[in-house]
């Protein structure tokens, strides 16, 4: 199974390669047979949405502990269209509304220069790349009912104008029997 070139942070392959592994056949993983433990090693740069019904405004159920002390606040309980984002807020909301309409997985890479009104980064980082990769886990039915999606910071020397996100297909049968998650 291979990975994605141009997924940067060992985490973030790390998830794609469990995620590969529970998808079926080409098809999203099904959310009742996600198991946040199966990844806890990866659990504190998770992040887990879920799609309120009928509105489909996507709702924090689980910010693992590496995003919270991050951005230097909890926002379990919260939709995500109610949070201040930073510069990209917008269109990070718009790709996980992709990432469940289009029921697909997409990676995202953001940079970030933090203004002196805006001190969320608690590492004392000014300039800085988000890397997220999120998928859609659906119901029996295949509709999307949530997103996971992993969150790692990457630190850079110079600002950039930049939000990248990409849409990527699920793995085939053949690749899901190769893929493995240590």
């Excluded at 529970?22 to 659990?43: E, I, S």
């Excluded at 990070?92 to 995202?108: A, F, G, M, N, Q």
């Excluded at 940079?111 to 608690?122: G, M, P, R, S």
Aim: proline share 5%; aromatic share 10%.
């Amino acid at each position: 199974m291979s990975v994605p070139d141009f997924i940067r942070a060992d985490d973030v392959k790390a998830f794609w390669l469990y995620m590969a592994g529970t998808c079926r056949g080409g098809m999203p993983p099904n959310a009742a047979q996600f198991d946040l433990m199966d990844v806890y090693r990866l659990a504190p740069n998770i992040t887990i949405l879920d799609v309120e019904k009928p509105s489909g405004k996507l709702k924090v159920r689980f910010n693992g502990t590496a995003a919270v002390t991050l951005f230097a606040r909890e926002v379990t309980g919260r939709f995500k269209d109610d949070l201040n984002l930073g510069p990209h807020s917008e269109k990070l909301i718009d790709t996980y509304k992709r990432t469940v309409s289009e029921c697909r997985p997409y990676w995202i890479l953001a940079n970030v220069e933090l203004q002196a009104e805006h001190d969320a980064n608690v590492t004392g980082e000014r300039v800085f790349d988000y890397e997220r990769l999120a998928f859609p886990l659906v119901d029996a039915k295949g509709e999307a009912v949530s997103v996971v999606a992993i969150l790692i910071r990457h630190p850079i020397g110079t600002a950039r104008d930049g939000f990248e996100c990409t849409a990527l297909d699920f793995p085939s049968a053949a690749d899901t029997e190769k893929a493995v998650y240590s």
